[in-house]
């Protein structure tokens, strides 16, 4: 009967790894995609997010010891490229180096018990407003880049865009796919909805063949600039990357904890401190983070349970550099398709409670975090605003009991955003 059981536990594990392993494929694509927009070549951001996607499954291997897979969140990388790069003005090994010292910073926290602190008193409407913003900023972007909708010339706003080209058609259809697939409950709907729409592409002969070639990893390797991010100009970005990092990273590791039903203190502390060391080593790659992604929901609904599940995928993510020449050809319109989808998901999980009306002084923060992060297309501005407005509404409706020392730190460092922004 021992050897029965552990027979159906190899399985488990076995059937985990290949279940989440094609459900992260879409990472593959979209992240490298996202960041060859700012000058990093593909086949290196494709490296780059390889090697740290399989650092990070290898550093939760060891210190966190649970079946969760870790790669670079859409979420971070999409800022970097989109507002810190094409909006703000950083260059990517700028950027990249404030992305490093926000991991030095969020790993001294993983240390230490201040991260119970900061992450039990950030406002629960900041919180609750962060998936939305982000997911709301992606959606955006996806809607651009399949071309549904266009940025006008004469008035500077957005416009339906040309819905009988063939890209914008596709991208519609690879988008619809993977949404019913979805409400079928089906799991690998987003690397079905990307295959179907790439057979339909070949045989429209919207593809050319690949051709391997290996990529330059000199090209993205250490090109991070450390010392000129070392000093008080590069703050805001580092303080952006941070509240990034520090959201994420508990938002999707307890999730992921409360699945596994194993969540204590011992695995919150090394499922932070694997993200944490894994964020730090990202940006020498060539990416932004590595941390707890919520496909590893899926290895728990395989009942895995050992870190057999996250030490093979680190094998697999590093043997998919072989995958380049296949996934390189996959057209735009897909990627801004899944980029779309992933805005759904994240808006889905808006926390009534961070948005109802009836507490107007929390409602105003997260309703302005929003707004301001789709009007102004830079998810920093409106974090910043958000922690701005909720110490005046709170300090103005007398509601001092609300504001903590967290709250009012965020709010000082968002003052110093809006001071050295560069308009």
């Not at 879409?26 to 290196?44: C, D, H, M, R, T």
């Not at 894994?278 to 496909?295: I, L, Q, T, W």
Request: charged share 10%; aromatic share 12%.
């Amino acid at each position: 009967m021992r050897k029965k059981s552990s027979n159906i536990s190899i399985l488990s594990e076995i059937s985990a790894v290949a279940s989440v392993y094609f459900a992260m494929i879409y990472v593959l694509i979209i992240v490298p995609n996202v960041l060859s927009g700012v000058g990093i070549p593909y086949n290196a951001a494709f490296l780059a997010v390889c090697l740290a996607s399989a650092f990070g499954c290898f550093m939760c291997a060891i210190f966190a010891k649970k079946p969760f897979v870790f790669a670079p969140y859409i979420g971070e990388n999409s800022f970097l490229a989109f507002s810190a790069v094409m909006i703000m003005g950083y260059s990517y090994q700028e950027a990249l180096g404030c992305a490093f010292w926000a991991a030095v910073v969020i790993l001294l926290i993983s240390l230490t018990d201040i991260k119970k602190y900061l992450i039990d008193n950030i406002p629960a409407c900041i919180r609750s407003a962060l998936p939305v913003s982000i997911g709301l900023f992606l959606t955006i972007l996806g809607l651009l880049e399949m071309g549904v909708v266009q940025i006008s010339s004469k008035t500077l706003m957005l416009k339906l865009g040309n819905l009988t080209s063939l890209p914008v058609i596709m991208g519609m259809l690879c988008l619809l796919i993977i949404i019913i697939l979805r409400a079928l409950n089906v799991r690998l709907n987003v690397l079905f909805g990307i295959a179907i729409t790439l057979l339909i592409a070949v045989f429209k002969g919207l593809i050319a063949l690949p051709v391997f070639s290996m990529p330059e990893f000199s090209n993205i390797f250490l090109q991070l600039d450390l010392r000129g991010t070392f000093s008080l100009n590069y703050l805001v970005l580092i303080i952006t990357f941070f509240v990034f990092l520090l959201n994420d990273m508990t938002a999707v590791s307890v999730s992921a904890l409360n699945h596994s039903k194993q969540k204590d203190a011992t695995d919150y502390q090394g499922t932070m401190l694997a993200t944490a060391i894994s964020s730090c080593a990202a940006p020498v790659f060539g990416c932004v983070s590595s941390g707890v992604y919520p496909e590893s929901i899926l290895a728990v609904e395989c009942e895995a349970k050992t870190k057999f599940v996250p030490f093979s995928l680190g094998v697999l993510f590093l043997l998919s550099v072989f995958l380049i020449p296949f996934l390189s050809v996959i057209p735009n319109y897909i990627c801004a398709a899944v980029l779309v989808y992933i805005g759904i998901l994240l808006t889905s999980e808006i926390e009534h409670k961070g948005f109802s009306a009836d507490e107007f002084s929390d409602y105003v923060p997260a309703f302005l975090m929003v707004v301001l992060t789709c009007f102004t297309v830079n998810l920093a501005v409106g974090i910043c605003a958000a922690f701005i407005v909720y110490i005046v509404l709170k300090i103005c409706t007398g509601k001092l009991a609300d504001i903590n020392l967290v709250s009012i730190m965020f709010a000082a460092l968002s003052v110093i955003f809006f001071l050295f922004y560069p308009y």
